[in-house]
T-cell receptor, first 113, second 113 residues
Framework: NAGVTQTPKFQVLKTGQSMTLQCAQD?????MYWYRQDPGMGLRLIYY???????DKGEVPNGYNVSRLNKREFSLRLESAAPSQTSVYFC????????????FGPGTRLTVL | DQQVKQNSPSLSVQEGRISILNCDYT??????FLWYKKYPAEGPTFLIS?????DKNEDGRFTVFLNKSAKHLSLHIVPSQPGDSAVYFC????????????FGPGTSLSVIP
């Protein structure tokens, strides 16, 4: 009963490096999301995918790309990491049948030096 | 421009007393509101929600009140327990953008034994 899983749990990058954060859910949810959490800012939506094959920008999409690989998986890519992208990243999934109650993964703590 | 505001970054309450967490919103298109609870090093978990057609929703020790005219909602926890110590996020969704859930900055609740 894994729910939403994220890899890696921790990552340190140098400015300019690239990386992909992976997310998978086993609840057969249609919608998936990527958020970042920063002190005093709450959770800010980066990108979301309402269904397989579609993606849309959220509040803070600049510097990120996403791929909805299939119904289960939604990845977040940083092409050229910047110190401003130091944050905790959460993936979530939901289904309209549950009125958009979102189920979150445990998070990835990313530091960009 | 934060659409969902939680003006108290932190709150301390004695065990057994009532905890009241407040949330204000600016977008009149919001029609569904959610509260999430987050422990350190974990992802947020759904707590309780309320539709804009209601003014109160209760689930055990947790009650959410909605005042649409004031664009204000509050979460009441009675009685408060030490295990309730966590960060609480208020979130809202607009009828025009079903999949976009906007989160507030969070309130850190400490319940003192």
């Amino acid at each position: 009963n894994a729910g939403v899983t994220q890899t890696p749990k921790f990552q340190v990058l140098k400015t300019g490096q690239s990386m992909t954060l992976q997310c998978a859910q086993d609840m057969n949810h249609n919608s998936m999301y990527w958020y970042r959490q920063d002190p005093g800012m709450g959770l800010r939506l980066i990108y979301y995918s309402a269904s397989e094959g579609t993606t849309d920008k959220g509040e803070v999409p600049n510097g990120y790309n996403v791929s909805r690989l299939n119904k289960r998986e939604f990845s977040l890519r940083l092409e050229s990491a910047a110190p401003s992208q130091t944050s905790v990243y959460f993936c979530a999934s939901s289904d309209r049948a549950s009125y958009n109650e979102q189920f979150f993964g445990p998070g990835t703590r990313l530091t960009v030096l | 421009d934060q659409q969902v505001k939680q003006n108290s970054p932190s709150l301390s309450v004695q065990e057994g007393r009532i905890s009241i967490l407040n949330c204000d919103y600016t977008n009149s298109m919001f029609d569904y509101f959610l509260w999430y609870k987050k422990y350190p090093a974990e992802g947020p978990t759904f707590l309780i929600s309320i539709s804009s057609i209601k003014d109160k929703n209760e689930d055990g020790r947790f009650t959410v009140f909605l005042n649409k005219s004031a664009k204000h909602l509050s979460l009441h926890i009675v009685p408060s327990q030490p295990g309730d110590s966590a960060v609480y996020f208020c979130a809202a969704r607009a009828k025009t953008s079903y999949d976009k859930v906007i989160f507030g900055p969070g309130t850190s609740l400490s319940v003192i034994p």
